[in-house]
């Protein structure tokens, strides 16, 4: 059969355009599976007696996330059913929703068989989850909520429902869930232990890998027909992907929730960051730089620094909401403005040489010099800059997170802001974000 919405002729061809809907579709009723017949006897011994009180502690609190993002993901995806331009898209959507029905079920079987939860209900077993949510896994799907909110208002532009497959198929399946499922497959195989849930997390990968595949599809297809989706896609990637550093953050920053089978944060983070520069390069879409859907990421640096870097930010409370946790860290900091100097967008309306400076009441003074479509952020104090912000380093990074208001912050004098009003007026459509 011939693929469906594959490239337009003349038009670069993608890895996208190797994927076709109906194949998609025929390959999930080829791989049906049942949640409800894995067998966990196994699993019971090897839960109590091949694991340690720490490790069950720790694989609890990782299985929880994933109980948790597939019962959201499930209860998300009837909007994009509803908003998806294809009669082949939505019977795929379909699908999917079904499938993630599938994990959660799963997932709940886990819990209550094997960990030993016995939740009267589904509700209740995934209540039982609720202690060890982290901030970052909150505020993404709390993101995703709101974008399907607005698809399921009647906002069904391309623009719109790009963001949702961005959101959705990129980052919480192809960066978050992918990358937890070969972290989870990884060590299970190595210690070969938890047989019955090992092979529905083998199902669950399976299936995520249609899920991305039919993103990276569909994303590509609607970038080709209208020129709203990428902004549109980078909007959303700025809103949410700080908090994805936070979503794998174990409790008190105890490595050993990952370090006791055999692996590192940084390696997880790593793993996940290459993998969507993947997706987003078959989908036809740059990931850093001027042109890219994250453009504060420098492309120079390697997936592994843009790792610790974002572990020492997060560490310094820059990515954990709440900004009564934000410390004044002299790497942080410098980290965070590397951030700031790589938002400046290429098209700003600044139309002469600006300096930006940062009077921190707590915290080093920075500035931000911006000339000739280039930017330059460093320590200490100017004379002369255009704008000047008298503020304390934790309203600051509280403004930047989106986690409060800057209207709010000057009318309670946390944010002082002085300068030359046209250049306070036009910082808005400076930055990225």
Same mark, same amino acid.
Do not use: C
């Given at each position: 059969?011939?693929?469906?919405?594959?490239?337009?002729? *003349? =038009?670069?061809?993608?890895?996208?355009?190797?994927?076709? #809907?109906?194949?998609?579709?025929?390959?999930?009723?080829?791989?049906?599976?049942?949640?409800?017949?894995?067998?966990?006897?196994?699993?019971?011994?090897?839960?109590?007696?091949?694991?340690?009180?720490?490790?069950? =502690?720790?694989?609890?609190?990782?299985?929880?996330?994933?109980?948790?993002?597939?019962? +959201?993901?499930?209860?998300?995806?009837?909007?994009?059913?509803?908003?998806?331009?294809?009669? !082949?898209?939505? #019977?795929?959507?379909?699908?999917?929703?079904?499938?993630?029905?599938?994990?959660?079920?799963?997932?709940?079987?886990?819990?209550?068989?094997?960990?030993?939860?016995?939740?009267?209900?589904?509700?209740?077993?995934?209540?039982?989850?609720? &202690?060890?949510?982290? #901030?970052?896994?909150?505020?993404?799907? %709390?993101?995703? *909520?709101?974008?399907?909110? +607005?698809? /399921?208002?009647?906002?069904?532009?391309?623009?719109?429902?790009?963001?949702?497959?961005?959101?959705?198929?990129?980052?919480?399946?192809?960066?978050?869930?992918?990358?937890?499922?070969?972290?989870?497959?990884?060590?299970?195989? =190595?210690?070969?232990?938890?047989?019955?849930?090992?092979? *529905?997390?083998?199902?669950?990968?399976?299936? !995520?890998? $249609?899920?991305?595949?039919?993103?990276?599809?569909?994303?590509?297809?609607?970038?080709?027909?209208?020129?709203?989706?990428?902004?549109?896609? /980078? !909007?959303?990637?700025?809103?949410?992907?700080?908090?994805?550093?936070?979503?794998? $953050?174990?409790?008190?920053?105890?490595?050993?929730?990952?370090?006791?089978?055999? !692996?590192?944060?940084?390696?997880?983070?790593?793993?996940? %960051?290459? &993998?969507?520069?993947?997706?987003?390069?078959?989908?036809?879409?740059?990931?850093?730089?001027?042109? *890219?859907?994250?453009?504060?990421?420098?492309?120079?640096?390697?997936?592994?620094? $843009?790792? +610790?870097?974002?572990?020492?930010? &997060?560490?310094?409370?820059?990515?954990?909401?709440?900004?009564?946790?934000?410390?004044?860290?002299?790497?942080?900091?410098? #980290?965070?403005?590397?951030?700031?100097?790589?938002?400046?967008?290429?098209?700003?309306?600044?139309?002469?040489?600006?300096?930006?400076?940062?009077?921190?009441?707590?915290?080093?003074?920075?500035?931000?010099?911006?000339?000739?479509?280039?930017?330059?952020?460093?320590?200490?104090?100017?004379?002369?800059?255009?704008?000047?912000? =008298?503020?304390?380093? /934790?309203?600051?990074?509280?403004?930047?997170m989106g986690e409060d208001k800057i209207g709010k912050a000057i009318l309670s004098r946390k944010l002082k802001p002085?300068?030359?009003?046209?250049?306070?007026?036009?910082?808005?459509?400076?930055?990225?974000?």
């Amino acid at each position: 059969m011939t693929p469906i919405a594959i490239s337009e002729p *003349g =038009k670069p061809q993608l890895a996208a355009d190797q994927i076709d #809907y109906v194949d998609l579709y025929r390959r999930w009723e080829a791989g049906n599976w049942s949640a409800m017949d894995l067998d966990f006897t196994q699993d019971k011994v090897d839960w109590n007696e091949t694991f340690d009180e720490f490790m069950r =502690k720790a694989a609890r609190w990782n299985y929880s996330l994933f109980f948790f993002g597939e019962d +959201e993901v499930a209860d998300q995806l009837s909007p994009f059913i509803d908003a998806a331009p294809l009669e !082949e898209q939505k #019977y795929f959507l379909t699908t999917q929703q079904v499938d993630e029905a599938r994990h959660a079920i799963f997932f709940s079987r886990f819990f209550n068989e094997v960990i030993g939860v016995n939740g009267g209900s589904y509700a209740e077993t995934l209540q039982s989850v609720d &202690q060890d949510l982290t #901030y970052g896994i909150k505020k993404v799907f %709390q993101s995703l *909520g709101r974008v399907t909110d +607005e698809l /399921r208002a009647g906002d069904h532009s391309k623009a719109k429902l790009a963001q949702a497959v961005a959101l959705y198929h990129f980052i919480v399946e192809g960066t978050l869930a992918q990358t937890g499922q070969h972290f989870i497959a990884d060590y299970l195989n =190595k210690m070969d232990v938890l047989p019955g849930f090992r092979s *529905g997390m083998e199902n669950v990968e399976k299936d !995520e890998q $249609r899920h991305i595949a039919f993103g990276v599809k569909l994303l590509a297809d609607l970038n080709r027909q209208d020129p709203e989706v990428k902004p549109a896609v /980078r !909007e959303i990637f700025g809103e949410v992907m700080p908090h994805t550093v936070g979503v794998f $953050r174990p409790p008190n920053d105890d490595e050993r929730y990952v370090e006791v089978f055999g !692996e590192t944060l940084i390696n997880v983070a790593t793993t996940g %960051q290459r &993998q969507l520069d993947m997706r987003l390069a078959a989908a036809g879409f740059e990931s850093t730089g001027p042109d *890219g859907v994250l453009p504060f990421l420098d492309p120079e640096v390697s997936h592994e620094t $843009r790792a +610790e870097r974002a572990f020492v930010m &997060q560490r310094a409370g820059f990515f954990s909401g709440g900004t009564e946790h934000v410390k004044n860290d002299p790497l942080a900091l410098e #980290y965070f403005f590397d951030l700031i100097e790589n938002s400046v967008r290429a098209d700003h309306p600044l139309k002469k040489p600006t300096t930006i400076q940062w009077d921190f009441s707590d915290a080093e003074p920075w500035h931000l010099r911006i000339d000739n479509g280039s930017s330059k952020a460093a320590k200490g104090l100017v004379s002369g800059a255009d704008v000047t912000f =008298k503020t304390d380093l /934790r309203t600051w990074v509280g403004l930047t997170m989106g986690e409060d208001k800057i209207g709010k912050a000057i009318l309670s004098r946390k944010l002082k802001p002085s300068g030359k009003l046209r250049t306070l007026v036009a910082l808005p459509r400076v930055f990225e974000g």
